[in-house]
């Protein structure tokens, strides 16, 4: 008599399976970014005592609420002043902001692009969906278009956020964009820019059936990852200039940016030892 094997799934021990089934749509991406992030984090071999999640509002602002992790879910737009005050109050900590498009870079996109310029050491990952998914479909500042949406029901006249372009001008050492059916090359992306020292993004499309797609005639989540499949051009080390969506125009993908410079708190260090001295050197 052989006694049968359990096989474990690498990913369950860093979500809160208690809190399982989620509340995400069928053909919903955010579950895909999440495996993806859960491969990622154990391929870093990181100490999950000094690992930190922090989202906003949102569908994807749920992912904090689901990994096993020190996680904060805070207030609409303001994960990134939340993660700020956390990585200056413990800097051993590495932190994750983790949300989506609206939350990110329309109310919280002063945050944004701020941290970017100061380099707050911290990674951004952002699913965009191109729609305020849980609040009825509004346009976000990445709807493309065209785009039908609740609050644009002949079609969005309002130019979108290039956001690799914006994070790489803002100041981010590490930019990349992937899309979910990208899993392999995502889950990469994932652990580089964790393993980065500075301010880096990841932007990730991932469909919205329920409320974008219906209304854009996209079909289900399966639809998407073929239609990402057949309009994705991978360009590693492309111009992000070069990156702007359209309703169904290629999708360019791949790491565009990896760069180093002085951090905040490597900066402010440098400056006020030079200011200070010797005296500042006692204080540390």
């Known amino acids: 008599m052989t006694g049968s094997v359990v096989m474990e799934n690498p990913v369950e021990r860093f979500l809160r399976t208690d809190r399982i089934p989620h509340i995400w749509c069928p053909g919903c991406g955010i579950g895909t970014t999440v495996n993806c992030f859960a491969r990622a984090i154990d391929e870093c071999g990181l100490d999950l005592d000094k690992l930190a999640i922090v989202s906003g509002i949102?569908?994807?602002?749920?992912?904090?609420?689901?990994?096993?992790?020190?996680?904060?879910?805070?207030?609409?737009?303001?994960?990134?002043?939340?993660?700020?005050?956390?990585?200056?109050?413990?800097?051993?900590?590495?932190?994750?902001?983790?949300?989506?498009?609206?939350?990110?870079?329309?109310?919280?996109?002063?945050?944004?692009?701020?941290?970017?310029?100061r380099n707050v050491d911290m990674t951004i990952v952002c699913v965009n969906n191109l729609t305020y998914g849980m609040t009825g479909g509004q346009v976000t500042p990445t709807t493309p278009e065209d785009a039908i949406a609740s609050t644009s029901p002949y079609g969005n006249f309002e130019q979108p956020f290039n956001l690799p372009y914006l994070a790489e001008s803002s100041g981010a050492v590490y930019v990349a964009r992937w899309t979910v059916y990208h899993v392999t090359q995502l889950k990469k992306a994932m652990r580089e820019a964790i393993s980065k020292k500075g301010f880096s993004f990841i932007e990730i499309l991932s469909p919205c059936p329920t409320l974008y797609g219906r209304r854009n005639h996209r079909g289900d989540g399966l639809d998407e990852l073929k239609d990402y499949k057949k309009r994705s051009q991978i360009k590693n080390g492309a111009s992000t200039k070069d990156c702007d969506l359209a309703i169904d125009g290629p999708i360019v993908v791949g790491k565009f940016v990896d760069r180093d410079r002085q951090t905040w708190q490597e900066a402010m260090d440098a400056h006020l030892s030079k200011k200070l001295g010797d005296r500042y050197k006692r204080l540390a």
Do not use: M, Q, W
């Open 58 to 117: 949102g569908c994807t602002g749920r992912v904090a609420g689901y990994a096993k992790l020190d996680s904060f879910h805070t207030t609409h737009g303001r994960a990134i002043p939340f993660a700020t005050g956390l990585k200056l109050s413990n800097p051993e900590l590495k932190v994750v902001v983790y949300s989506g498009d609206g939350d990110l870079t329309a109310i919280g996109g002063n945050h944004f692009i701020h941290a970017a310029r």
